[in-house]
C-alpha cells in the first residue's frame, strides 16, 4: 500500500501561529498532493507536488517533499481559525490513497 | 461550472434494504472514484470508473456492492441488503485524467442504517 499517515493525528494551535503537519509513505511516488475536509464536507484539493519538486508555495501553504525520506511536510503560516480542517495527504499509484489525516485546531 | 454533484445528501435505511448513491461529475470529467470515510477516519478507495468501465474495484468488498458509470446519466454506488457496518459517509471524486491528477470531491452522502 502507498497509503500516506499524517502526524500528528491533532494539532492545536492558537491564530497567528504557524503549523506544521507531516505525511509519510510507503513506496516511490509520482506526485503527493495535500487536501483539507472541513466537518461533513467533502475534500478539497490544496497542492500537488510532484516527485522532482522540493517545495511549493500557494499563498500561506508551504509543502516540501524529501523522497529520499518519503515524507512530506505542509506547513500553514499565519493561522487562522478558518483554517480548523482535517487536513489529508494523497500519494499515486493508479488511484489516490489517503492517510488518516490530521485534525488542526486553529483557537482566536 | 457546477462542482461534482452527489444525492442524497442524507440516506436512512433499515437493514436489509438498498441504498443507492449518486454522483454527477464535474463537467468534462470522464474518471469517477468512489471513496468511503468512518467517522475520525480517512478515506478509503472502492472504486474508479471511466465511462462505462470499471478500472479499478480492488477497494470494493465482493458481495452486496456494485458501482456503475453508464454512458448517460451518473455514477451510481449500490449497496444491496444494508448492514449497520455499512453505515458511513461515501464520497464520490472525480478527475480528467487517470488518478495522478487532483480530484474533485463532492459533499458525500451520510449513509445510515438502521
Known amino acids: 500500500s502507498q497509503q500516506g499517515e499524517e502526524d500528528p493525528q491533532a494539532l492545536s494551535i492558537q491564530e497567528g501561529e504557524n503549523a506544521t503537519m507531516n505525511c509519510s509513505y510507503k513506496?516511490?511516488?509520482?506526485?503527493l498532493q495535500w487536501y483539507r475536509q472541513n466537518s461533513g464536507r467533502g475534500l478539497v484539493h490544496l497542492i500537488l507536488?510532484?516527485?522532482?519538486?522540493r517545495e511549493k508555495h500557494s499563498g500561506r501553504l508551504r509543502v516540501t517533499l524529501d523522497t529520499s525520506k518519503k515524507s512530506s511536510s505542509l506547513l500553514i503560516t499565519a493561522s487562522r481559525a478558518a483554517d480548523t480542517a482535517s487536513y489529508f495527504c494523497?500519494?499515486?499509484?493508479?488511484?489516490?490513497?489517503f492517510g488518516k489525516g490530521t485534525k488542526l485546531t486553529v483557537n482566536p | 461550472n457546477a462542482g461534482v454533484m452527489q444525492n442524497p445528501r442524507h440516506l436512512v435505511r433499515r437493514r436489509g434494504q438498498e441504498a443507492r448513491l449518486r454522483c454527477s461529475p464535474m463537467?468534462?470529467?470522464?474518471?469517477v472514484y468512489w471513496y468511503r470515510q468512518l467517522p475520525e477516519e480517512g478515506l478509503k478507495f472502492m472504486v474508479y470508473?471511466?465511462?462505462?468501465?470499471?478500472?479499478?474495484e480492488s477497494g470494493m468488498p465482493k458481495e452486496r456492492f456494485s458501482a456503475e458509470f453508464p454512458k448517460e446519466g451518473p455514477s451510481i454506488l449500490r449497496i444491496q441488503q444494508v448492514v449497520r457496518g455499512d453505515s458511513a459517509a461515501y464520497f464520490c471524486?472525480?478527475?480528467?485524467?487517470?488518478?495522478?491528477?487532483?480530484?474533485?470531491f463532492g459533499s458525500g452522502t451520510q449513509l445510515s442504517v438502521l
Open positions: 507536488i510532484r516527485s522532482n519538486e
Open positions: 513506496t516511490s511516488i509520482n506526485n
Open positions: 463537467k468534462g470529467h470522464s474518471h
Open positions: 494523497a500519494t499515486d499509484a493508479e488511484k489516490l490513497v
Open positions: 471524486a472525480s478527475s480528467t485524467d487517470r488518478g495522478d491528477e487532483k480530484l474533485f
Open positions: 470508473l471511466q465511462k462505462e468501465n470499471i478500472i479499478d
